[in-house]
């Protein structure tokens, strides 16, 4: 669930943005991201392993931040994972134009991707479990057979371009492409809150999606050029993912097709991460301790009308709707959020949170100085995109 979850949407944004800055120091950007990313997300299994039954983020974040907590967990989780349900529903129907080239109409293609892939959250664990690992064995299969094709197409000098200054605006991508935590309270009931477990989880799971993202960029900048037609400037103009100049570069119409079905495992085991935990959200959210506790249909509603009628109302804002997420909801809600619910619970109520290396004020400091980095660089890319 964990690398599942975060290997999506993300991934196929990640070489678009990073060809401005080349591969040494996306890489760098990559580390930077996973280290944190993984450590705020043992802070949300640490909370989780406390609260237990009362683990969702917005019940967690009222028993640590107060009358403050609940409202503040709404607006910032609502505004991330409904973006990220856009980039889901856009970026589906994008590579569903593979499988179905008769259909080129962009909403019509969002339309079937939802009406495929939501029935399957609102069945839940029994049929998202074992299909989310068979998809995981596809993501797995195309992504080896992708490395394989897709390596002799390497141009070598390609990958030795630096441009450092421009490797901070790679950040709010990256951000969203390491985006697990949402999940982490609905996996620490399935692991009955085993907290040793749930953090190896973690921390596999993320080496693992690490290592998949660093050899994906190394191929793709690898392969395309950042300037010129159908370049990686080109994708980013474009709002494109890094998929479609492949075909253009290679002349080799199978790299294209092992990377679209790489392309769709990810992007759909991304979505029933997050749809899972959307849902749970906001079943926790309205429905404990109310005698109107809406069912499933309300849930379904809730959860996805709105972020389908924005894919649908803007079929072409993959790159941007992946910006906003990274730039400010993953930022605020899997960063800053977790570190001052950790801090407060711990140091001020004195919570049973075990004292460790992530749990340290000095680490706490250092993860909250990299959130408002993060958001800084946002702040400057999208000013600099209106001037």
Same mark, same amino acid.
């Given at each position: 669930?964990v690398?599942g979850?975060s290997?999506?949407?993300?991934?196929l944004?990640?070489p678009?943005v990073s @060809?401005a !800055?080349?591969?040494?120091?996306a890489?760098f950007?990559l580390?930077?991201?996973w280290?944190?990313?993984?450590?705020?997300?043992?802070l949300y299994?640490e /909370?989780?392993?406390?609260?237990?039954? $009362?683990?969702?983020?917005?019940?967690m974040? =009222?028993r640590?931040?107060g009358?403050?907590g609940?409202p503040?967990?709404?607006v910032v989780y609502l505004?991330l994972f409904?973006?990220l349900t856009v980039?889901?529903?856009?970026g589906?129907?994008?590579?569903?134009?593979?499988?179905?080239p008769?259909c080129?109409d962009?909403k *019509?293609?969002?339309?079937l991707?939802?009406l495929i892939?939501?029935?399957?959250?609102a069945i839940g664990?029994r =049929?998202?479990?074992?299909?989310?690992?068979f998809?995981m064995g596809?993501?797995?299969?195309?992504?080896?057979?992708f490395?394989?094709?897709g390596t002799? +197409?390497?141009v070598p000098?390609?990958?030795?371009?630096?441009?450092? #200054?421009?490797?901070?605006?790679?950040?709010p991508?990256?951000?969203t492409s390491?985006a697990?935590?949402?999940?982490i309270?609905?996996?620490?009931?399935?692991? !009955?809150?085993? *907290?040793?477990n749930?953090?190896?989880?973690?921390?596999?799971g993320?080496a693992?999606?690490?290592l &998949?993202?660093?050899?994906?960029?190394? #191929?793709?900048?690898? &392969?395309i050029?950042y +300037?010129? $037609?159908? @370049?990686?400037?080109?994708? /980013?103009?474009?709002?494109?993912? +890094?998929i479609?100049?492949? $075909?253009?570069?290679?002349?080799?119409?199978? *790299?294209?097709?092992v990377?679209?079905?790489f392309?769709f !495992?990810?992007i759909?085991?991304s979505f029933l991460? =997050?749809g899972?935990?959307?849902v749970d959200?906001?079943?926790d959210l309205?429905g404990?301790?109310?005698?109107?506790?809406?069912?499933?249909a309300?849930? #379904?509603?809730l959860?996805?009308a /709105?972020? #389908?009628?924005v894919?649908?109302?803007y079929? %072409?804002?993959?790159? $941007?709707?992946?910006?906003?997420?990274?730039g400010?909801g993953?930022?605020?809600?899997?960063g800053a959020l977790?570190?001052a619910?950790?801090y407060?619970?711990?140091?001020? %109520?004195?919570?049973a949170i075990?004292?460790?290396?992530?749990?340290?004020? +000095?680490v /706490?400091?250092?993860?909250?100085?990299?959130?408002?980095?993060e958001?800084? !660089?946002e702040?400057?890319?999208l000013?600099?995109g209106h001037?």
């Open positions: 669930i690398a979850t290997i999506g949407a993300g991934m944004g990640l678009v @060809g !800055c080349g591969f040494i120091p890489l950007i580390l930077a991201c280290a944190f990313m993984c450590a705020t997300g043992i299994a /909370l989780a392993c406390v609260y237990k039954d $009362e683990a969702n983020i917005s019940t974040a =009222v640590t931040l009358p403050i609940k503040l967990t709404l505004f409904y973006t980039v889901y529903f856009v589906g129907g994008n590579i569903l134009a593979t499988w179905i008769q080129s962009a *019509v293609r969002i339309i991707f939802a892939f939501i029935p399957v959250v664990k =049929v998202v479990d074992p299909l989310n690992k998809l596809g993501l797995l299969v195309a992504y080896c057979g490395v394989v094709i002799s +197409s390497i000098q390609q990958l030795f371009v630096k441009q450092w #200054l421009a490797a901070p605006f790679v950040l991508v990256a951000f390491f697990y935590q949402g999940t309270p609905t996996l620490a009931n399935w692991m !009955c809150y085993d *907290v040793k749930i953090r190896k989880a973690i921390i596999i993320t693992c999606t690490l &998949i993202y660093t050899i994906w960029v190394m #191929l793709i900048l690898g &392969i050029p +300037s010129g $037609e159908w @370049g990686l400037q080109y994708a /980013l103009v474009n709002g494109q993912d +890094s479609q100049p492949l $075909e253009h570069f290679t002349g080799n119409r199978m *790299v294209f097709l990377g679209r079905l392309a !495992c990810a759909t085991t991460g =997050v899972i935990g959307l959200f906001i079943r309205i404990k301790g109310s005698r109107f506790a809406p069912n499933q309300i849930l #379904l509603v959860s996805f /709105l972020p #389908l009628f894919a649908l109302s079929p %072409h804002i993959f790159l $941007e709707a992946l910006g906003y997420a990274g400010f993953s930022a605020l809600l899997l977790p570190i619910m950790v407060i619970a711990k140091y001020r %109520h004195q919570a075990a004292t460790n290396f992530y749990t340290k004020k +000095s /706490l400091f250092f993860l909250f100085v990299f959130v408002i980095l958001i800084g !660089c702040c400057i890319h000013l600099k001037l």
